[in-house]
């Protein structure tokens, strides 16, 4: 069942979703979310997914964040083991027990559990984003800005 909600009004992901979107359609090598598959794809054993959720309307904030985190998702695409995503939360419930409060939240799922989450508290520069995956992520990755 899907109704209509503001950013305000979360619900879990099972009661509001925008269709799956194909693959095809991801934005900058970054991967769009939706309420029906963002858990399945936070819980991915062999991937670290980083997850934007934002509001895709009257949200500076977002916009700004989005820009930094598209730049890095060109710059790190060929990483094997991290997904960079978004997720639209007026658009798509959210499981209550990540508590996203406040637009935009930036949240790690590290590798194998939707549980095992680290929250993102920085500047939003691309420079200060990767710094802050590199320590934060399962699976160590190298810049490939640096190689």
């Known amino acids: ?5 503001t950013w305000g009004e979360l619900q879990d992901a099972r009661y509001l979703s925008e269709p799956i979107p194909d693959p095809s359609h991801d934005e900058h090598h970054m991967r769009i979310l939706v309420g ?3 858990v399945n794809v936070t819980s991915d054993p062999e ?7 934002h509001a895709a309307q009257s949200c500076p904030p977002c916009e700004e964040l989005l820009k930094s985190v598209n730049a890095l998702s060109k710059r790190l695409h060929a990483v094997p083991t991290l997904i960079l995503a978004r997720l639209d939360v007026q658009r798509n419930g959210v499981p209550s027990r990540w508590q996203v409060s406040s637009l ?3 949240i790690l799922f590290r590798a194998g559990s ?3 989450v680290v929250r993102y508290r920085g500047t939003g520069s691309e420079i200060d984003l990767v ?3 590199q320590a934060s992520v399962h699976h160590d990755f190298l810049d490939p ?3």
């Open 1 to 5: 069942v899907s109704t209509q909600s």
């Open 104 to 106: 935009p939240t930036p």
């Open 131 to 133: 710094a802050w995956l």
């Open 36 to 38: 029906d598959n963002v």
């Open 114 to 116: 939707s549980e095992d």
């Open 145 to 147: 800005l640096w190689l």
């Open 47 to 53: 991937k670290d997914v980083l997850v934007v959720f």
